[in-house]
């Protein structure tokens, strides 16, 4: 008698993260020879100082298609764009490996998850409510990179995963960044251009501010709960599982001796120094690196390592998060095809003519829809409310309405995808950090995604409808 045929079904796989990127740099580079090549031109603001664009002035220019060549090229090119961005990544992890090699880290974080035990449920809504704060008022996009590993360790200590860890310093941020309360760098930006008064409607940003909170929270509490009763369930569950020496035994908790006290308080003073820097000295990632470098040599000293141990210490740091900096690198090789072959402008000016034609209320539902899709080719929230604000505010006025409605459409277009597009620098700094895979993060957010872009579509229309002003 013979045997029954057993079927092995293949399990799909996702595609490398390098593979999707570059796929997408592909798509782009084959749409440089159907796009017609356009720009508009740039002029300096006067007032401001800031580069704007000439919403009169687009116009058409020589093709300039990416050759087989030009598209291979874009690889290295976006490793150079993005290079401060690529350093401060290794900067960062290199830094933090020689302050977790001391013991401080883990020795301060296992007292802090035992105060929490029993009432572990309060530490993702602090969290995300104090980078809300920073994402609100700094702008906290790149920085929140720092606070990752912190968010982690903390998040494991308690049963979670490095997921819950990583968006409730990031998710957080986001929420911040995106009701933009008062965030200089995108609402700030965008209401100047419009000339608006800075930082009005200030009410109305603060109530979307809460509504993003209330729904992060509850979709991370329901997860957290789930991964901590199951943790096979978590959806980087391989990763947990090759971190797990690194997870901290709250059943045999280290010494938090002196050494350890000085490291942490000067890990923590370095952190505020950063904060006021970006607050009051106009500081980016050149410095906040710079502060962080110092952290870590002076604590491994303070912890007693040695130079030759900080050294290593530091290159295991580096070498740990090679993937997620090089993602930075091969993201930023998206725009670099984009610029070069001239077609970001022609698709923002196709995409603003489109508007035109709808309906008052439809218009500024697609005002939402265009700052959603430029935002995947220009993630820079400064530089986006630069490139579209110009146009955006003649072409509120002329469909009657108002200027601040149109700031909002471009807050809610720039910032809640931030979260999950590829292109942009800061989420994929975090996700190297964090060694979480791209497409296990997009999984993760993805339903948080789709619930903010509901809302921000509802909260336009409530804007719109209640002539959300001053103008």
């Not at 960062?92 to 977790?100: E, P, R, S, V, W």
Request: one cysteine or more; a neutral charge.
């Amino acid at each position: 008698m013979s045997e029954p045929t057993v079927v092995v079904k293949k399990k799909s796989k996702v595609p490398h993260t390098y593979v999707i990127l570059f796929t997408v740099i592909i798509i782009m580079a084959i749409l440089t020879y159907i796009i017609p090549a356009g720009e508009y031109d740039r002029m300096q603001d006067p007032a401001t100082g800031r580069t704007v664009v000439d919403p009169d002035s687009f116009h058409g220019v020589d093709q300039n298609p990416t050759t087989p060549f030009d598209l291979v090229q874009a690889v290295p090119k976006g490793m150079n764009a993005a290079a401060g961005i690529i350093f401060f990544i290794f900067i960062i992890g290199g830094a933090f490996q020689i302050i977790a090699a001391t013991g401080a880290i883990e020795a301060g974080i296992s007292r802090v998850a035992v105060k929490l035990a029993g009432k572990d449920i309060l530490m993702i809504p602090i969290f995300t409510i104090v980078f809300s704060i920073f994402g609100g008022t700094i702008g906290m996009a790149e920085e929140a990179i720092v606070f990752v590993p912190i968010g982690i360790a903390l998040a494991r200590a308690l049963g979670y995963d490095a997921l819950v860890g990583t968006a409730m310093v990031t998710l957080g941020a986001a929420c911040g960044f995106t009701s933009g309360f008062l965030n200089p760098f995108t609402v700030g930006v965008a209401q100047g251009i419009s000339e608006l008064p800075l930082f009005s409607g200030i009410a109305f940003r603060l109530v979307i501010l809460v509504a993003m909170l209330i729904l992060v929270n509850i979709y991370l509490l329901r997860y957290a709960k789930k991964v901590k009763n199951n943790p096979e369930i978590s959806i980087i569950r391989e990763l947990e599982l090759e971190e797990s020496d690194h997870k901290i035994d709250l059943s045999n908790l280290p010494d938090l001796n002196s050494r350890h006290i000085v490291t942490l308080l000067l890990f923590a003073a370095g952190l505020v120094a950063i904060v006021y820097g970006v607050f009051k000295l106009d500081w980016y990632i050149t410095e906040i690196a710079t502060v962080f470098l110092a952290i870590g040599i002076i604590g491994g000293f303070v912890g007693n390592l040695g130079p030759s141990r900080i050294a290593q210490e530091f290159v295991i740091g580096a070498r740990g998060i090679v993937f997620g900096a090089l993602v930075v690198g091969i993201a930023r090789g998206i725009l670099v095809v984009m610029t070069d072959g001239f077609i970001i402008d022609s698709i923002i000016h196709g995409l603003a003519t489109g508007i035109n034609a709808l309906p008052t209320s439809i218009a500024v539902l697609g005002m939402y829809v265009v700052q959603v899709v430029i935002n995947f080719f220009i993630p820079s929230g400064s530089g986006q409310a630069a490139a579209t604000m110009p146009i955006m505010a003649p072409l509120a006025d002329v469909l009657s309405i108002n200027r601040q409605v149109a700031v909002t459409a471009f807050q809610f277009g720039d910032g809640i995808t931030n979260s999950i597009i590829p292109t942009s620098a800061a989420l994929m700094g975090v996700l190297s950090v964090a060694k979480i895979p791209y497409e296990k993060w997009f999984k993760f957010v993805y339903p948080v995604m789709l619930i903010w872009l509901s809302m921000g579509a509802v909260f336009l229309l409530i804007a719109h409808f209640i002539d959300y002003g001053p103008f």
